[in-house]
């Protein structure tokens, strides 16, 4: 776009354009903003409450940089030991690090230092909370389906660097709870077999704790992580701007066309305001309600433990697993093996390994190429939604299991009886909740099913001239109709005959084969219930009509 020409005012002298305009002109020409800016700027964006999770990540994460920016001009990422002398008058003369002190000084000394360390851990909490919710909206409404994979792929990157990025900060402060947690991952480094204890003296700088642990994980907190977790942000957002948003199905909603409001200003504005709200919600946690309080700790000492040592709740599910595992040892060529850290310590990014490929196994499984840019039903798709909810389930167990001593002194139970509870849910309760949730999604398929050739139970009841009673059922309008059964019903695929018509054996790999079972049990006849045909809808409401 070139240059605007110049208007002709009132008077007949040319009216020269306002500095902005002007200067949007000079831009314009230099970088070509305008057609991009005029195609994205009023790109339809659907509503719902559930697309709220994303941005609550979004404006988490800004508050995140944006608090860290401040504790980094005061924090010292330092190993070296000084003798406290400062305001918290119950650590006076104990020897300490420089960055628990440094911790100690923002902490009470610094103008605002405590409420914008407690704000940027309570944002560091909600931003890997509600990645994972996020996450979970995505999975059981099938949002990660092509064109979406790579999207997804990057939203599991974000939350695997957020855990990351969070056990770096966390441990920062080198108080006794955070050390604690240092000293849990260097146990688990050490069961790596043979190069266990070489991955432990390079990260330590030898024996720990060392003093080089502190000033490596600062840069890495601070600039590695959070730089490429920005590069990941903008490369998410620039997906969902190019592949357009998902919504959920309902009327004038398919695969090209989206119902909702433009991005600008409508969206714009209202994303605006909710980020204040973020802000100010998140500002008022960290006012009122104390979290990581090293002071009450004390500075990181290796001949002590604190009592009730817990990792904050993202990180529990590995410590979990690491507390309830039976301590198994090998002993072969001079070497020990210690499987009961090493197993679950491999368990851990092995099940995130699986979520991050769940799409692409989906993919092969059903073999659909087709982009989807309407939802998923969770109940249309009963053993995706079982297959999480079984995830979800065992997640719980094992954060029991990670806090198996709080639970055990709260609630006055038995240490070894709560951890033999969580060794065998670990692999009773994914396996019930997955049977217990397809069946609840059969269930409610039936209800759509019925409501759909039946109607709604209006709660009026009607007297027959018989003497029969009966419930007066409401037709759903078209629309709601089409909302119940717009979602499509994939046939399972087949490996066929294994013989052909002239007798010749069909040769069928194992990959095939594999391929067949699993598209059976996710879409095979005992997954889903047959959705109402219109000519079924047409002899039921034509029979009613001719009943009443």
């Known amino acids: 776009m070139g240059a605007r020409s110049v208007e002709a005012g009132r008077n007949g002298r040319p009216v020269q354009p306002a500095k902005g305009e002007r200067l949007a002109d000079w831009a314009d020409g230099r970088l070509g903003l305008y057609p991009m800016a005029k195609t994205n700027l009023r790109k339809v964006f659907p509503d719902h409450w559930s697309f709220m999770l994303g941005e609550v990540c979004l404006y988490s994460f800004i508050v995140l940089i944006l608090t860290g920016v401040y504790l980094t001009l005061f924090f010292e990422p330092s190993g070296i030991e000084v003798v406290y002398n400062g305001s918290y008058e ?41 990645m994972l919710v996020h996450m979970m909206r995505v999975f059981f409404t099938g949002a990660f389906r092509k ?3 790579v999207n997804w792929v990057f939203g599991w990157t974000l939350l695997f660097l957020g855990i990351i990025t969070g056990l770096t900060g966390y441990s920062l402060p080198d108080d006794l709870l955070s050390g604690t947690g240092v000293r849990f991952a260097q146990g688990a480094i050490l069961s790596v077999p043979v190069v266990g204890t070489y991955l432990s003296f390079f990260l330590f700088g030898g024996e720990f704790p060392g003093h080089d642990i502190i000033p490596r994980f600062f840069p890495i907190h601070v600039l590695l992580l959070p730089g490429i977790m920005l590069g990941l942000v903008v490369a998410h957002l620039i997906l969902v701007f190019y592949h357009k948003h998902t919504q959920y199905p309902g009327a004038g909603r398919d695969q090209k066309s989206v119902v909702g409001m433009p991005f600008m200003p409508v969206y714009m504005a209202k994303a605006g305001g909710f980020f204040f709200l973020v802000f100010g919600v998140l500002s008022m946690m960290g006012a009122i309600a104390t979290v990581n309080p090293v002071w009450a700790f004390g500075p990181y000492r290796p001949d002590l433990v604190t009592t009730g040592a817990q990792p904050d709740w993202y990180l ?34 092995l099940i995130m390994l699986a979520i991050g490929v769940y799409p692409f196994i989906e993919a092969w499984i059903t073999g659909d190429t087709r982009e989807h840019h309407i939802l998923d039903r969770p109940r249309n798709a009963p053993t995706r939604t079982g297959l999480g909810v079984a995830w979800l389930s065992l997640y719980g167990v094992l954060l029991i299991g990670g806090g198996n001593d709080i639970v055990a002194t709260h609630l006055h139970l038995s240490i070894n009886s709560i951890t033999w509870f969580v060794r065998i849910s670990f692999f009773a309760v994914p396996v019930l909740a997955f049977v217990v949730t397809r069946r609840i999604c059969m269930g409610l398929q039936r209800r759509d099913r019925d409501k759909v050739l039946h109607g709604r139970e209006s709660g009026l009841i009607k007297r027959l001239p018989d003497g029969e009673f009966v419930e007066v059922h409401e037709p759903l309008t078209q629309a709601q109709r089409f909302a119940l059964t717009q979602h499509d019903q994939a046939t399972p695929y087949e490996v066929g005959p294994l013989v052909d018509a002239n007798g010749v054996t069909r040769r069928v790999g194992p990959s095939r084969k594999l391929r067949a079972r699993l598209a059976r049990a996710m879409y095979g006849p005992d997954t889903q219930i047959p959705k109402p045909t219109a000519e079924e809808y047409r002899e039921l409401t034509s029979e009613d009509h001719q009943h009443h």
């Open 147 to 149: 064109p979406r994979e």
């Open 90 to 130: 119950p650590l006076n003369g104990v020897i300490m690090t420089r960055a628990y002190e440094s911790t100690l000084d923002i902490s009470f000394d610094v103008r605002g230092g405590l409420l914008i360390r407690q704000i940027h851990h309570w944002a560091a909490l909600v931003f890997v909370a509600g």
């Open 316 to 349: 529990g599910f590995s410590e979990g697993l690491i507390r309830v595992m039976p301590g198994w040892e090998i002993n072969a060529f001079g070497h020990t093996l210690a499987l009961g850290v090493f197993i679950p310590f491999s368990l851990f990014p």
